[in-house]
């Protein structure tokens, strides 16, 4: 499928891709996807009844917006953003990788799986790891991401 067409009027900056709303759009029902296919594998794996997990949660800001700070990528969101806006800049960034064939869904929910640890059944201790694990996932998309700031 040629959805790739949907990336063709950007022009490839940090900021354009990172504040772009459509981007967002569609990255937050993929960030939202593979957190939740990675959590519930997850909290299946530490599960000491053996019983599977399966859980629908959606990522909230706290998360994502800690991890584009934690990779270092806050040049890619709007100046003077809120933790809202650098969510949704990480959303922009997962849709663009996405749609850019840098990375499949499963690549993405392996890298949160794999980066997740610690009891996050605890919502406090859930905002620290997942939020570490979306930064890794941030620093590996960064070599496919464009240089140029503006």
Not at 24 to 51: E, H, P
Not at 60 to 86: C, P, V, Y
Not at 93 to 101: F, G, K, Q, T
Request: hydrophobic share 40%; glycine share 4%.
């Amino acid at each position: 499928m040629e959805y790739e067409i949907l990336l063709h009027n950007l022009n490839n900056t940090q900021k354009e891709i990172g504040t772009d709303k459509g981007l967002a759009k569609i990255g937050d029902s993929i960030v939202n996807l593979i957190y939740s296919v990675a959590k519930s594998m997850y909290l299946t794996k530490i599960n000491k009844n053996a019983a599977i997990i399966r859980t629908g949660d959606k990522v909230n800001k706290t998360i994502l917006s800690q991890a584009l700070k934690d990779a270092e990528m806050k040049d890619f969101a709007k100046n003077r953003g809120d933790s809202h806006d650098l969510a949704n800049t990480v959303e922009a960034i997962v849709a663009y990788i996405w749609l850019s064939r840098k990375s499949t869904i499963s690549e993405m929910i392996g890298i949160i799986y794999e980066n997740l640890s610690g009891d996050i059944t605890k919502r406090r201790m859930e905002n620290e790891n997942a939020s570490l694990a979306f930064a890794e996932l941030l620093k590996i998309f960064k070599p496919f991401l464009p240089t140029k700031k503006i």
